[in-house]
């Protein structure tokens, strides 16, 4: 018996892969993404002509992403952020397609489950940080025929003046800056919390280095995040941004929207601070947020 | 001052990241490496409408990747390594083009530096294995005009008949079944060892999880790794795979080529057997290297 040899070279790369992966995969979605993946991988390479000193560096590159992740660090969360995937992925998935629904963007590296329930009207603040600028957030949350819902999950979580969320800080309290509220009768929902700021995404890991030969800076502007859902309703996954904040022109990942920017605005309004229990002065920003109808 | 605000979505990804990488990473060759990248790898995400959860599961699937790896483990590689693209990077670095010198193949998540410098002859198993069949690997080194490389280094790594490398098996001596010898006036190598068998890549990690879901079978045909160096001459990485293997047609890394195939004989020669301290019986592989010029 002689065995047949198969013989791999740039003649028939990637077509022999692809037709081994496409002749043995079963299932035909995981089929389909596993082609695509191995049709792109190699064009990339074919199209630079990758040096086996580049591809070697790529290896130790992706090791380092890998390694550098635990429970509270998600590197390759921050690498598809600061390659615009999370971007277009999110695009991808919710296409406003012309509807009156808020528009979503990235859900983010630093979500955590477990934020505390609060009463509507809490302040999410557990540790006050020295420079920041109490802030009270408040709006609707209605369908895309203005009436309010009911029975709505607003879960916000936020990094603190001090450009940490809680799970980046050892010396802040768990789930400091997060809260998950629940809405009444009137659909409304209303926090007190600390005015967001700009702040770089972690730059000692290899996201870091990438970021620094690229040239880019690691800025993203101040935001709130907020993950929104209620029965009937598509889950919106969705950020506030801070308004003449600088880096609004320059996300180190690719999530801001003009529709997504809230007003902060200096309130003198004292029934509002003694009713939401928020020293004067402070600032306020109004966001009507609309979910669209589940399908 | 107002705050010019970018708006990121599927009308402009992956333009607008293409647009800030290309402005600001100033090395040509780098910027050229990172566009393509971003270029493919948004392509990839649109041409299969990349959901959520399969974005997430990537993202879980490629941090165990990176997790998996140590000191002595490289998964990163062996899922270059198993999406043929070692294979591909080493065919654009080393296309053949014609000549006649040997052809190379990928080098494999298992070289170590510090093989034992051997004196020519020598045999490379510290540690026997049962069912290893004992034989002698023999031939010239020589140029494209048939002149014998004097001075060449011929680095020598296999895995034992039960499957493993000497860094895999914690049981086996170190640098077991490696070697390090350099050719003499008449550019001949010779060594004695086990015949390599067929073995499989490891599987007890994501990479093994993913051929699973892919139907493929994880068995590499049975090979000896050489990387072979000499002054005036291109560094050649490449095996010699052992005849007759039924994974020959089926090599799990793509790296498998006709040329590459070395004919294992029984062999009766007692002078050879006496002169390389063998036992018999024995078989005898005779594969004759040609190295390329450099430039």
């Keep these: 018996m002689t065995v047949k040899v198969k013989d791999f070279g740039l003649n028939n790369l990637p077509d022999a892969v692809l037709e081994e992966y496409g002749d043995k995969t079963k299932d035909p979605r995981f089929r389909k993404v596993m082609l695509s993946l191995i049709t792109h991988l190699h064009a990339f390479a074919k199209d630079v002509e990758l040096t086996e000193e580049e591809w070697f560096a790529g290896i130790q590159f992706l090791t380092a992403v890998g390694q550098k ?39 983010g590296p630093f979500y955590a489950e477990g934020a505390p329930e609060l009463p509507m009207g809490a302040n999410i603040v557990q540790q006050a940080t020295e420079k920041g600028i109490r802030a009270v957030v408040m709006g609707d949350i209605s369908n895309e025929q203005g009436q309010p819902i009911v029975g709505a999950t ?131 920003v109004v966001y009507n947020f609309i979910l669209a109808e589940s399908k």
């Design 69 to 107: 992740c635990d429970d509270v660090r998600q590197e390759f969360i921050l690498l598809s952020d600061t390659l615009g995937l999370s971007s277009l992925v999110d695009s991808i998935n919710h296409d406003s397609a012309g509807g009156s629904a808020t528009e979503s963007t990235v859900l």
């Design 154 to 284: 607003l879960d916000v979580w936020q990094s603190s003046s001090d450009g940490f969320y809680h799970m980046q800080d050892e010396n802040m309290p768990d789930h400091n800056l997060t809260g998950r509220f629940v809405t009444g009768e009137d659909g409304k929902y209303y926090f007190a919390t600390e005015k967001p700021a700009a702040y770089p995404v972690p730059t000692d890991g290899p996201v870091g280095d990438m970021l620094r030969a690229c040239g880019r800076h690691p800025m993203r502007p101040g935001h709130l995040h907020f993950i929104i859902t209620a029965p009937g309703y598509k889950r919106l996954c969705t950020h506030i941004f801070t308004n003449e904040d600088e880096y609004l022109d320059s996300d180190a990942v690719f999530a801001t929207k003009t529709s997504l920017v809230g007003e902060y605005k200096d309130c003198n309004d004292e029934a509002l601070a003694k009713e939401m229990n928020v020293e004067m002065p402070f600032e306020k």
